[in-house]
């Protein structure tokens, strides 16, 4: 499969969910972005954007490993991709299970696909992008690539920082009736994660042909 093409299906793909993720506050408004998760537009009367966005980045995941597949093979870049294997499903599943509440079976298997992507991209990105700092592609920009990671652990830390000083997880969150504010932390986070991606699959889409 040409690099090229799969990075820049990368690059599409992730752009569909930021368009996606966009729209979905002009056409739901009656969630308050300061208060609400992103899996929440969900349950409302537009839910399936919501899971086609999830799905395009469950791609825009899958086109990035394909678009760097055969650049790396030393152990740190073989792990991440199988962590990002698992977070791309983990997205397509958060797209089909939604959160209801009260909870069901649906809404665990959403929680576990959130947990799955929230705390394993870091952890994917940073030993994937440690592997492709041996690339040549990515000599140039090394210093990038660190930024780029640091600003995908910047966004998990914002957002789990946020959920440890409002009591998130010391006490339950009725989704109803929210007045925790972690909606912004929560788009900065996934908003970080994709810019990751897409930095990662840029200088794949646009590299000269010799």
């Known amino acids: 499969m040409n690099p090229g093409y799969c990075a820049r299906t990368a ?46 980045l469950g791609v825009g995941v899958l086109a ?60 994917a990105a940073t030993l994937y992008s440690s592997g492709l700092a041996y690339s040549q592609r990515w000599t140039g920009s090394r210093r990038q690539l660190r930024l780029a990671t640091g600003l995908v652990w910047l966004g998990l830390l914002s957002f789990a920082g946020s959920t440890l000083v409002l009591g998130i997880i010391s006490q339950p969150v009725d989704r109803t009736n929210s007045n925790l504010f972690i909606g912004w932390q929560n788009r900065f986070m996934i908003v970080m994660y994709s810019l990751w991606l897409m930095f990662v699959a840029w200088p794949v889409a646009f590299a000269k042909k010799a």
């Open 11 to 56: 690059l599409a793909a992730v752009a569909v969910f930021f368009i996606l993720l966009a729209a979905l506050h002009f056409i739901e408004p009656e969630f308050d972005p300061s208060k609400r998760l992103i899996s929440e537009y969900e349950l409302g009367r537009y839910g399936w954007v919501m899971s086609f966005a999830f799905f395009s």
């Open 64 to 123: 990035t490993l394909a678009s760097t597949w055969n650049f790396s093979r030393i152990r740190r870049i073989l792990i991440g991709r199988w962590l990002f294997l698992a977070i791309s499903v983990a997205l397509f599943g958060a797209g089909i299970f939604y959160p209801y509440m009260p909870t069901n079976l649906a809404s665990y298997i959403h929680g576990l696909c959130g947990v799955i992507v929230i705390v394993g991209f870091p952890i």
